[in-house]
């Protein structure tokens, strides 16, 4: 097996962190840690790679805003806020001795399921990954769109609730991840049940077809299908891909989806829209992040 066809991908959460060791378009060694807390763990995270695989190029994902120009974290997500200022790309290569191509953790998602996984062979398609919040790749003829500022794609920001809660961002009331999210979920049940349940139990519970669940879902799908019209009325794409955990729920919430985005866009086009659901699931990331590499970072645009 030829060095110079392996590739490192590293997919950063919130809570934990996917390592991923690619060759020839297959995971061939993988390891989840829990995701630095500290600058140091941070960086020890590739000391850790570079000690325990041999790879000659590395992709990564991190969650936040990221100056692709200048490589430097604009706006991290909050767990990882110390990343925030801090010019990465050149410490990083400084530590494996290697080239690093950087981007967003949901960009990494997008590619890894655009070039392996349910967008394999359609050349556009939007993909949200929903989770914590909602992140978005836009995948647009074979590039994936960064934006002028590396802001492209903030679609769990889109206002579907007027004068709604404040989002986590602290900036905007009614975004759509203050209502499909983890902690919306989790909340929008706990109202409904009187108690807090992980996500695991709620989709064992509409699995089994709890009426009070399936309503739940059907609501905040509903206003999910809202906000995908709302993208769906900038950029006219076919398909959509779901990613990140939530994407479990797909068959309690695809046909609400299709339900708000008919309601939100004027044109009858949108009802036959594609609606995909992720195909690699914890894999994605680290696939999209080593194809990251593979290109040098040139499928960015």
Do not use: W
Not at 21 to 40: D, F, Q
Not at 194 to 202: D, F, H, L, Q, T
Not at 251 to 271: E, L, M, Q, V, W
């Amino acid at each position: 097996m030829h060095s110079s066809k392996i590739f490192a991908g590293i997919d950063i959460g919130g809570t934990f962190t996917k390592l991923g060791i690619v060759s020839r378009n297959k995971v061939i060694a993988r390891k989840i840690v829990k995701s630095p807390t500290t600058l140091i763990e941070f960086f020890e995270l590739f000391n850790k790679i570079k000690n325990d695989y041999e790879f000659t190029t590395l992709g990564l994902g991190i969650p936040g805003i990221i100056d692709h120009k200048n490589m430097i974290m604009k706006y991290a997500s909050p767990s990882l806020g110390f990343l925030n200022g801090i010019t990465i790309k050149d410490k990083i290569e400084g530590i494996t001795g290697t080239e690093v191509y950087i981007t967003n953790d949901a960009n990494i998602v997008t590619i890894g399921e655009m070039i392996y996984g349910a967008g394999k062979g359609i050349n556009s398609a939007i993909c949200l990954t929903l989770g914590t919040g909602i992140g978005g790749g836009l995948f647009y003829k074979d590039k994936l769109l960064i934006g002028d500022n590396g802001f492209a794609a903030e679609f769990g920001h889109i206002n579907v609730v007027e004068n709604g809660s404040t989002c986590s961002c602290g900036k905007r009331k009614g975004c759509v991840e203050n209502y499909f999210s983890i902690s919306g979920i989790s909340n929008l049940v706990k109202e409904i049940k009187g108690k807090e349940y992980p996500m695991e139990e709620i989709l064992k519970m509409a699995r089994n077809g709890d009426n009070d669940i399936l309503q739940a879902l059907s609501n905040v799908s509903f206003l999910l299908g809202k906000a995908i019209g709302a993208i769906l009325l900038v950029i006219d794409i076919n398909t959509i891909i779901l990613a990140g955990g939530l994407s479990r729920f797909f068959p309690y919430i695809k046909n609400d989806i299709i339900r708000g985005i008919k309601n939100y866009c004027y044109t009858a086009d949108y009802a036959n829209i594609v609606i995909k659901q992720s195909e690699l699931l914890e894999n994605a990331g680290i696939l999209g992040a080593a194809y990251l590499a593979k290109t040098k970072g040139e499928i960015l645009y």
